[in-house]
């Protein structure tokens, strides 16, 4: 024990006596270390907004995309893909109790983006086709007026609920009830203002327009088709009942009898978090490989300044070794010079790591979004151990280097 503890005084020594390269030394080790954890608490913080945006519309929806499931993949409709296999009376169809019972609500959905002016005033924003039980399917509260109606949505009437950001902007606190804005150089009667939202992802959920879905998609789109219909289940012990009812109705709508033919996709929102973190658990673990990556560059150069420190200490290594020291407390040495640099770099990365990730998860929280900060215990654990592991890997070919060293060579270096 006094050797082990003499060894790890004269590697703390030599180290104090080079500071700056102990220093630089570990700044590999602290960046890769802080890395890592950045990457999975970030990783983590990013991922809870994407489910928490997910569980917040409800856990009771269904949901139906347009195009077929991709093979052990999501359907290509949230890449963007436009695909035109769904239409208004196919979500009629869904509405009705004698094809799917256990549905409350039904909401089609189309989207597109726009200018909504007012009076000199001009605010980017997203306009909403949606039908007229929006409200029910959602579980969104008005702030003021009202939402439109089937007759309405059926006789194309140019009404328009404004999100709360949209109405602060365009009408600076005056009552917008009433008043007619221009979308797209169409004309549309202000009706309603729903409630404050706030964000969901990385969406501003009161930056929108909502139109009737029939407007939407004749007026300011051109189109025939749908680009979503959610509905709401009465109960959650009846989600799959309803799921299979939905996928019978759209297959006979569509003269499907293969279910290899589908030319829809049909989820819930469990399977919708189910499947979102299964994606993001893949891309948190390459992106934690990556960061590691750094850890193995710090690695590398804690062994290039061991192998600089040996050779600048010949003369010391012969002397010690001429006077008798063994092999193995010349190995403790040097080995404890690098897992004492690879420590300190370990703690330093730990706090960096830790404290950007805390600054992170709260700025996002500032914001307003549905972040979770997590540091994870494990992550800090594992960083201290690799810390320590680094250090004897990538320090032990230069100790040992070092130990064999010929006490009568070492004196004569010059």
């Known amino acids: 024990m006094h050797a082990f503890l003499q060894s790890l005084q004269l590697a703390t020594r030599a180290l104090r006596a080079n500071k700056g390269r102990a220093f630089l030394t570990s700044l590999g080790i602290t960046i890769g270390i802080a890395s890592v954890i950045m990457v999975i608490s970030i990783g983590t913080g990013a991922q809870s907004l994407i489910l928490n945006q997910i569980k917040s519309v409800g856990s009771n929806l269904i949901g139906v995309l347009p195009g077929g499931q991709m093979e052990d993949g999501p359907p290509a409709a949230l890449f963007g893909i436009t695909i035109t296999t769904l239409d208004l009376e196919d979500a009629e169809a869904l509405a009705d109790p004698a094809n799917v019972p256990n549905v409350e609500a039904v909401s089609a959905y189309v989207k597109g983006t726009g200018t909504a002016t007012y009076q000199g005033e001009a605010v980017d924003t997203f306009f909403n086709g949606v039908s007229n039980t929006y409200l029910d399917v959602e579980n969104v509260g008005l702030a003021s007026g009202r939402f439109f109606d089937e007759v309405e949505q059926r006789g194309m009437s140019r009404v328009a609920i404004l999100g709360w950001t949209v109405a602060e902007e365009l009408f600076n606190g005056v009552d917008p009830i009433g008043e007619d804005i221009k979308i797209q150089r169409e004309s549309f009667q202000v009706i309603g203002i729903l409630e404050e939202r706030g964000m969901s992802g990385f969406q501003n959920r009161d930056d929108q327009v909502f139109v009737p879905v029939t407007v939407a998609q004749k007026l300011l789109l051109g189109i025939d088709h749908i680009s979503l219909i959610r509905m709401k289940v009465d109960e959650q ?39 979102l973190g299964s994606i993001t658990n893949v891309l948190k673990f390459f992106l934690t490989a990556i960061a590691a990556v750094s850890l193995v560059i710090g690695g590398i150069g804690i062994m290039n300044i061991m192998f600089i420190s040996v050779t600048e200490r010949i003369k010391e290594i012969g002397l010690r070794k001429a006077l008798g020291a063994k092999k193995r407390r010349i190995l403790e040495q040097f080995l404890f010079e690098a897992v004492v640099v690879t420590l300190i770099g370990g703690v330093l ?45 990538f320090g032990y070919y230069p100790a040992k280097k070092a130990a064999e060293l010929n006490p009568i060579d070492a004196l004569r270096h010059e």
């Open 237 to 275: 012990e009846n989600l799959d009942r309803a799921m299979n009812d939905v996928i019978l109705t759209l297959r006979e709508q569509h003269g499907i009898r293969d279910e290899k033919d589908d030319d829809f996709t049909v989820s819930s929102t469990d399977m919708a978090i189910n499947m």
């Open 349 to 393: 990365g730990i706090i960096v790591g830790s404290g950007i990730s805390i600054i992170v998860a709260l700025a996002a929280q500032q914001m307003g979004y549905q972040w979770d900060l997590v540091i994870s215990f494990g992550a800090i654990s594992m960083a201290f151990i690799v810390s320590c592991l680094v250090g004897i890997g």
